[in-house]
């Protein structure tokens, strides 16, 4: 099926200019609206496409507005506390309910708070009443023929209950659009086959799925398509008979499987294959049937963001929703970003609140990374004429999530440490307010940050290397002009983890140097790291003669991983990690993993919250579960 | 069925000591989590009942992260421009797609880009690269064991993506709470029943479904009870063993059908009945079966009070969502509020931006209007202890709807004709950006709103005695000190309004001192009213002589509609109004209905909209299909 025919050259337009180009041609198309006549019972959240007057009036007669009796209101006149006047049921009054209908001979209501009973038969008034009073008219509510909703009015509870009360239960709406997914590539197998290598999960079209019922778009998810010239084209051609809006995942690339461009080009109107975003460039608008059709590229964050940019506003469109601009906040960068003049780049970014500062952490920018959007709080576009921009200054960022919720984050930087997602769980589920999200850039960073009073909370484990204690010396050393306290965490064992059964025989860290061993390092900075360096240099070992010292890695997770996928051989790292991935375990040292607070945080809820899971049992019985742990004084703190 | 007793004494708790006692009660039954096996293909928005951990990784293998050529990358080394390297298919390459599987005996890519082909079987490469470099490391994105979601997470589409690449194919999530919705009231008829006096539409409940289902709950109606005590006792005892909430509508004031509470002490625990709130103050709060049972006044706005107070944190907190606040915005009250230290009141409000500052205007506070919280934006909580709040004074108003319309919104103050509404669904239509919302004070106040700066736009029609004419002499005498432009509208007819077939024969205003003739008013200062008042002054009569002439509505439509309910036999107004009631139609004289713009606004793109829609034949014909206006200059300026 291969050919050498290689699309390698995409144009680079921007994306307004791109916007321009592709909702010129399909505004037309977009704004001939499709109706429909449902029950107003189904009615929540869809949009009028008519103005809806009342058929008619609520309420539909004169009602009591109290509890009460109905009287004549002539007959009242002069009844007070001192003198009141005397009425016989059913001649002079009846009882009533608020809501009851008011009607000849009655025209006013007197309170049941100024009746005073006499017998079954009559009763006295303490009060007049003035013709109509405590009357509810007819139309109070709604007049017959007035306008309850216009058009394009998103349909919400409230209304619901005033179109029944105005006599309507059928309502014209507007059709919701629909929107056609079709995967490509032979690749691609539905979640609940085997996975083998070479094989990638459809998991695009699914969050598509979830993104166009978000919208208000009614998706339809066809099955993956292999790639094969004419099974793409046949299904692009029937999509877009089925359907308002196609749009076609992965086969966007420049690669050997790019049909996609190509079939649009043959059967309708390329508009334009390839905009200046990243991620994303490989994006296809087109038309084939006058139906808008949007080639997006396979990877999950380039998928993600193009369907945002092109996707998302034509189901707007077609729903007369504003494109609402989302919420933005300006935040404070803690770490500088390069971007490149060739494009507008897309930065999922972390929120903390830390001294009454927003901090912005920029996520792993690689447009394979899921996770980086599951974390991310909001998004800062880095425009196509900067280069990059410097920690300290000030970005704007697009919210994701709820500033409130940001604002209740206590914010982590530091060492990574599976203990780190237990503890955000346990809080979360005991406080269901507080969240915790941790960065990892390894201890010395997570010092760094604490400096720059940027973080709640650094989780460290640093050797200092004349004293042989942990954490104490860099504290003293690196932070003397803040006020922090240590937090005891957990003891951890820290060792070489090999392939399940060590086919490599590897027993020490002498056995790194060996010429058939290649080994996956930790990034410089890292608790792991110096631990390494630190046993290294007492045994005398030159780092060159290490192979693959160079290669770095920043979670305990990814080098287990990569030993795991046989890209090295063996790495250092802690038990748990080795337990997780199914590796083999050859402890070298055990070492403290501690906690620093700035002092001024320690009675902050959100920290008293956190240390007290720190000391729960709870948390002690999950360290046994997972091994590799010792806890002595978890929670305890230590003045320094 | 009705018997003597009756309660009149409820209790007058606050509504935050109500909320208090009423969740001490029931924390532990609601803290009792439910949870749900479900595809993850279902579970937008659903929430996650235990933190959910990758199954495998992701990427599975070391996949490439270019289009372009596997190779080893040691055969690489020193080609660059100038001395490229020759390699030969399947030997030293293979050709190889972003997201291809990278193994033995390869391990790194060469960009496509860096690629010359030389023939079928080989290429030239200018460019060296490292191992692994291009290659997307086995669990980039997703680590196996890895946390992709905590406990207690809303799920989004983006989640959704992750945890299908994590291999997750189910997910356990929390149950939605099931809400029982009853309804009692003999009077209850469903929508499509046919209405009669004493009826009443059920749409309270159907509201309560929709409330349900956007809090993410999941509602189950039972059909309207009638008022019969075993009937609504063994109703609410089955109520309470099926679902986890019961609410229970009507039959909750101190009316004859307030079974609900004496039914909630005998089968349950009745906790509160009567809190502090207006409206909604006769609530009830209960218990049976160990379930949480709220009792909702029938009014439909106490019905969404008490609703949204008590019903909603429950199915919150069963999803262990935060109650999250409303978006809260500073306004300017634009006419004064009085209040009562009986209770917390909440007011509906009309939000506008004019002159840069956001005008509050309170709309009908009526419990049974619904319309008055459909049109809401907003809703201000008037303290217990505050007896009322001044004009120009500033008000935290809890916003309803989004505050970008809010700001897009043409704020019309003034005198109240159907083509108001007309206009605001023709504009809204053409340019789904602008609304224009519409408060009903009369003319007088329309030119007061202006002269505050609380208006873009006044309707008036204000006849001065003197000269005959119609509004220049107005807008010269109270506007001088404000540049404004009078933009001509309609002229319309003004008349007689009556029940059809004219049965008490009125023919003029004469016939409004005829002793069996009773008159149903308009509001000082409103252009109609001073129609009247200049007519009753030149005929010499007193208006003393005339029978309603004290009662005094608010619009055209509900004084004709006190005709056709017959609380009174006559009223003046215009004839689109007698048109749509079927009342009958004296026509009295012919008016000038213009609008007051302050200049200002004049080249605002909303208020260009707004008069190029008053020019468009669109609304010229609407107006000759309604009838009783004459259109002539409509959207002409005369500058005054």
Chains 1, 2 share one sequence.
Do not use: C
Request: glycine residues 8%; hydrophobic residues 40%; proline residues 4%.
């Amino acid at each position: 099926m291969k050919d050498f025919e290689r699309n390698v050259y995409l144009s680079n337009v921007e994306l307004e200019e791109a916007k321009k180009m592709f909702f010129n041609e399909i505004n037309d198309v977009i704004s001939n609206l499709k109706t429909k006549n449902i029950s107003v019972y189904d009615s929540l959240d869809r949009i009028t496409s008519e103005p809806v007057f009342a058929k008619i009036s609520s309420p539909f007669f004169n009602a009591s507005a109290m509890d009460g009796i109905g009287v004549k209101s002539k007959e009242t006149y002069g009844a007070d506390e001192r003198t009141p006047k005397k009425l016989i049921l059913k001649e002079d009054f009846n009882y009533i309910d608020t809501g009851d209908v008011i009607e000849e001979p009655y025209d006013a209501v007197v309170m049941i708070e100024d009746v005073i009973p006499i017998d079954e038969e009559s009763v006295q008034i303490i009060k007049a009443v003035s013709p109509w009073q405590h009357v509810r008219p007819m139309g109070e509510d709604i007049v017959a023929s007035e306008m309850i909703l216009p058009a394009y009015h998103k349909i919400t509870p409230v209304d619901i209950g005033a179109l029944l009360s105005g006599g309507i239960v059928e309502i014209e709406v507007l059709e919701r659009p629909r929107v056609g997914i079709l995967a490509t590539g032979t690749e691609l197998i539905e979640p609940d086959d085997e996975i083998k290598p070479g094989k990638i999960i459809d998991s695009n079209s699914r969050m598509f799925e979830a993104m166009v019922k978000s919208y208000g778009g009614e998706p339809n998810r066809y099955r993956p398509i292999p790639d094969n010239y004419n099974l793409i084209r046949d299904m692009i051609l029937k999509a877009a008979q089925e359907n308002d809006i196609v749009v076609i995942n992965a086969g966007s690339s420049a690669g050997m499987e790019d049909y996609t461009s190509k079939i649009i080009s043959e059967i309708g109107k390329l508009i334009l294959h390839g905009v200046a975003i990243k991620p994303g460039k490989p994006a296809i608008l087109g038309k084939v049937n006058n139906k808008p059709v949007v080639g997006i590229p396979g990877y999950p964050v380039s998928a993600y963001i193009v369907f945002e940019a092109f996707v998302k506003p034509i189901i707007y469109k077609y729903q007369k929703y504003k494109d609402a601009r989302k919420q933005s906040v300006e935040a404070v960068l803690s770490k500088r970003i390069m971007s490149s003049l060739k494009h507008l780049e897309f930065v999922r970014m972390k929120l903390g609140k830390v001294n009454g500062r927003l901090i912005a952490t920029p996520l792993n920018r690689g447009a394979g990374v899921t996770m980086s959007l599951v974390k991310a709080d909001g998004i800062t576009k880095i425009p196509k004429n900067l280069e990059g921009i410097e920690a300290g200054q000030s970005v704007e960022v697009e919210l994701l999530k709820d500033l409130d919720s940001i604002n209740n984050t206590i914010v982590s930087i530091g060492s990574h440490d599976i203990i780190m997602d237990i503890l955000a769980n346990m809080l979360h589920v005991k406080h269901p307010d507080i969240n915790l999200s941790s960065a990892h850039v390894g201890s010395m960073g997570g010092i760094m940050a604490v400096k720059r009073g940027e973080a709640h909370i650094a989780p460290i484990h640093l050797l200092d290397g004349e004293t042989g204690s942990y954490n104490t010396e860099y504290v003293k050393k690196y932070l003397r002009n803040i006020k922090v306290s240590l937090i005891k965490g957990v003891k951890r064992l820290q060792g070489l983890m090999v392939k399940r059964g060590n086919p490599k025989n590897i027993n020490s860290i002498e056995d790194l140097i060996r010429e058939d061993i290649v080994f996956v390092n930790r990034q410089k900075g890292s608790g792991t790291r110096i631990l390494l360096d630190f046993k290294l240099n007492k045994l005398g070992i030159d780092t060159a003669s290490i192979r693959g010292y160079e290669r770095e890695m920043t979670t305990h997770m990814t080098v287990a991983s990569a030993v795991l996928s046989e890209t090295a051989h063996v790495g250092l790292g802690i038990k748990s990690s080795a337990k997780a991935m199914g590796l083999d375990f050859i402890p070298i040292g055990e070492e403290e993993y501690d906690f620093i607070i700035p002092s001024e945080f320690m009675n902050d809820e959100r920290i008293k919250g956190f240390i007290e899971i720190l000391k729960s049992d709870e948390f002690s019985n999950k360290l046994k579960e997972l091994g590799g742990y010792v806890i002595e004084e978890a929670g305890k703190v230590v003045d320094i």
